[in-house]
């Protein structure tokens, strides 16, 4: 049995697959899921897991190159663009218009799906390569 990092074996699995440049998404309960993207639903209530519990956990184990969020969560989504400015300090942070980046989750490896109910708390991972440290 598996006991450090992430314990659910499909986003485990996920995260053992990417290889650079790959990227992931980490969504509220309202983004669509593009047709033929894996979605990985955590969704147990509003809510539950929450967006930040979720991108830590795989922000644990993923080497993080770039993240992108749409422009829109500054004014809507204040506190998870805070969040994410602090978690990411270092990293490159892209922001674009929301319909492209639902356009870009076409792309995705997998998106995986949280209980988040507060507008624009999505994010997309995109793998670095990790040569130890």
Known sequence: ????GIL???????????????TIVV???????????????LALTHGSPSFEETVNAIALDMEI???VIAE???????VA?????HKFDGVAI?????EEFK??????????RTGEAQPFANIILQAGVYFGK
């Open 103 to 112: 356009q870009l989750t076409q792309k995705a490896k997998a998106v995986i």
């Open 94 to 98: 892209k922001l674009c218009p929301h």
């Open 8 to 22: 659910n074996s499909h986003i485990s699995k996920v995260l053992a697959d990417l290889g650079h440049t790959d």
């Open 65 to 67: 190159e770039k993240v």
């Open 81 to 85: 663009f805070d969040y994410i400015e």
């Open 27 to 41: 969504a509220d309960i309202g983004l669509p899921i593009p047709e033929g993207v894996m979605k990985i639903d």
């Open 72 to 78: 829109e969560m500054k004014p809507n989504n204040q």
């Open 1 to 4: 049995m598996k006991k450090l």
